[in-house]
């Protein structure tokens, strides 16, 4: 066997002498396949060391988190978009990202701001690109970040994995922090309400900011107004008087009564003042279930509110659906087939219940339940512990249409019509310049309120509509036909409640005057 290697091996070495270019190229082939062996050994070492002192994090889109962190990226490209990067600085930060280099590839979003003016108004805004890494600078450490779409059957979803060199994840927690404390001054004075999604899991979802409601906006009686505000800003301040003695610093709030006699109004008017977020959770969703319900309701943050719209409909749908399942099942099988087209809540009593007050049920938070038939709630529901509060809701008051006229009239100048000026087409700023030297100064006019007596009209207008007759949204509606006409607004008061107060919308007619609809 020796004998035969050996003959083989001599053979092989005159066969390599006999053809030197073959011989050249199994030297390369070798040295090719050292040096893959080399980089595969020093790939496997870097790794696992990186690893080692590499810490990560992700967080997925339908996460609160991705939010704040998209928010906070935006705002690091915008920051640094309008500075003109210098060729040492960009060849240095691709050799050692440091999180200062300005960004160099951005993805472009366009938003129509919705506003009051007459054309809304367009926002461009630079965000990260999705195939670019983004490096942060925070805290004398650089904070890798990678835009990822991972696809997860018939879904795909966006990621966001952070990573650092010789960091903690506690470096993560205090960004994910900052970056939420930058989202929150995005929307300071503006009410913040969010929504329940269940795609890609069970979430709470930000809908777009809206103006706040001030709380003077809302025309109630001065006594409930101010004594809910003293009475959650109190609960507000005593958690650590509910915390020493072992209590749930929790706290709930029943508003019964009328229909459009402001109960929703008023919750959002205390959301703005308060600048706390808004969770509208509805019970009646088809695919809610007592354990949605609970992580909803445990995903929520701390120092919010939470609000459950006409709580005793979806409770009682859930009751009505249980009783007449069997005399409605012959029928639903006839019109429906087997099976309903529209299926309810799921929401069991006990199951809200748990989450309202249960073992695991979250803290810090203010419920808010509204009803306009108080009878129908369960007593389980209205008791000391879920809902400590129950404040009634009635017609409005003389003194509430009073004030309802002064807040809807009030230095609200009566309309005017457009001028040739408003509806002549643009023109240039020399033009504008020279048509205003030309003209002449106009006669002092006389103010608003020196021509309209607004509070003789408020008056007027209060003794013309009974006690206890009508809610505060049915008087805003009527107003709201004579937007800035309050005389004539007082003038066909009576008539409107010898109807019956009717809620009605304007008939346009092609006889009447087009100038009272131009309002």
């Not at 994840?169 to 913040?192: C, E, P, S, V």
Request: net charge neutral; hydrophobic share 40%; glycine share 6%.
């Amino acid at each position: 066997m020796r004998n035969l290697l050996a003959t083989l091996s001599i053979q092989i070495q005159g066969f390599l002498v006999a053809y030197p270019v073959l011989q050249d190229g199994l030297k390369l082939t070798a040295v090719a396949l050292g040096w893959q062996m080399v980089q595969a050994f020093w790939k496997f070492v870097s790794g696992s060391l990186m690893s080692e002192f590499t810490s990560t994090a992700s967080v997925q889109e339908h996460d609160m988190a991705y939010q704040w962190l998209l928010h906070f990226l935006t705002l690091h490209v915008r920051d640094h978009t309008e500075e003109k990067p210098t060729f040492w600085a960009v060849l240095l930060g691709a050799i050692w990202p440091s999180g200062n280099k300005t960004p160099t590839h951005v993805a472009v979003q366009t938003r129509w701001m919705k506003g009051y003016g007459e054309m809304d108004e367009a926002h461009v805004l630079f965000r990260p690109s999705s195939e670019t890494p983004q490096y942060i600078h925070f805290k004398g450490k650089t904070i890798k970040i990678r835009s990822v779409q991972i696809s997860e059957g018939m879904e795909a979803h966006q990621w966001f994995f952070m990573s650092t060199f010789l960091g903690s994840t506690a470096l993560f927690k205090d960004f994910i922090a900052a970056a939420r404390m930058y989202y929150n001054n995005k929307d300071r004075g503006q009410l913040r309400i969010l929504l329940p999604d269940r795609l890609g899991g069970l979430c709470w979802r930000n809908t777009d900011p809206r103006p706040a409601r001030r709380w003077d906006s809302v025309i109630l009686p001065k006594c409930m107004k101010d004594n809910l505000l003293y009475d959650v800003m109190e609960f507000l301040r005593e958690e650590k008087f509910y915390r020493e003695r072992g209590q749930p610093w929790r706290r709930g709030y029943m508003l019964y009564g009328l229909p459009g006699t402001g109960k929703s109004s008023m919750i959002a008017a205390l959301a703005s003042t308060l600048d706390v977020d808004l969770y509208n959770l509805s019970l009646s969703a088809s695919w809610m279930d007592d354990s949605a319900l609970t992580t909803l309701i445990n995903d929520m943050s701390g120092r919010s509110i939470l609000l459950m719209e006409d709580i005793d409909c979806a409770l009682r749908d859930r009751e009505e659906d249980k009783d007449s399942t069997n005399d409605s099942n012959e029928k639903d099988k006839k019109q429906n087939g087997t099976k309903k087209e529209r299926e309810k809540s799921r929401v069991t009593l006990s199951g809200l219940l748990n989450a309202l007050d249960g073992v695991a049920a979250s803290e810090g938070r203010l419920l808010f339940c509204t009803t306009n038939h108080l009878d129908r709630i369960d007593p389980a529901i209205k008791r000391a512990g879920r809902c400590d509060v129950l404040i009634e809701f009635k017609h409005t008051t003389k003194e509430q249409i009073r004030e309802l006229f002064l807040h809807f009239y009030a230095s609200r100048p009566p309309s005017i019509p457009p001028t040739p000026e408003d509806t002549s087409p643009e023109i240039s700023d020399e033009k504008k310049l020279l048509l205003s030297t030309l003209a002449l100064t106009p006669p002092p006019t006389p103010s608003y309120e020196e021509t309209i007596n607004i509070s003789e009209l408020a008056d007027k207008f209060a003794a013309d509509i009974p006690v206890d007759s009508t809610t505060s949204s049915a008087l805003q509606g009527y107003m709201m036909r004579y937007k800035r006409r309050p005389v004539e607004a007082v003038a066909g008061v009576k008539a409107w409640v010898e109807a019956g107060f009717p809620q009605l919308p304007v008939t346009v007619s092609y006889e009447r005057d087009m100038e009272t609809l131009s309002e």
